[in-house]
């Protein structure tokens, strides 16, 4: 992992020296210290997953076929704010056990962070969103997955 982010991170620094979008006053100071970081072994941290591969899948899944944000959940918009519902998945989740999931809160932002934050939805060149049909439809996806794999004479899925 070491080499393959190593690399691909000075690829994006040269990359933008060469089309001028880094600004830099020294070119040889500049070159000296891409040649001293490229040389020197890179510690890469990726802390595992408090949750597990689960509440990764679970995460992901809430935002591999979905836009960041639909029109129907922008509450207002003013000169200074926007302010659109979310669901807490979280809370959601705590206070399942009482009958109260669909939690559905408000949240208000800046104009500036609020596209920050939508930004970081869209898809980088080459990938597409992720559409399920078939027996894949999130209604009862649980039991026609579990019918197939009884017909394929396959384990019974994991519980979702």
Not at 23 to 49: F, H
Not at 54 to 72: M, N
Not at 135 to 152: F, G, N, P, T, W
């Amino acid at each position: 992992m070491e080499k393959m982010y190593k690399g691909y991170f000075l690829s994006q620094l040269r990359k933008y020296i060469t089309t001028s979008e880094l600004k830099y006053e020294d070119k040889a100071a500049l070159q000296n210290i891409l040649s001293t970081v490229g040389k020197k072994k890179w510690n890469v941290y990726a802390k595992a997953p408090f949750g597990g591969p689960a509440q990764i899948v679970e995460y992901l899944g809430r935002y591999t076929h979905k836009v960041a944000i639909t029109a129907h959940r922008i509450i207002s918009i003013d000169g200074n704010n926007i302010s659109f519902r979310y669901k807490d998945y979280q809370d959601a989740r705590l206070n399942y056990k009482v009958g109260q999931d669909n939690k559905q809160k408000v949240m208000t932002l800046g104009h500036a962070e609020f596209l920050r934050r939508f930004e970081q939805h869209i898809l980088p060149k080459g990938f597409v969103k992720i559409r399920h049909a078939g027996y894949l439809h999130s209604k009862d996806k649980m039991k026609r997955i579990a019918e197939v794999c009884k017909q394929l004479q396959l384990p019974k899925p994991m519980p979702g």
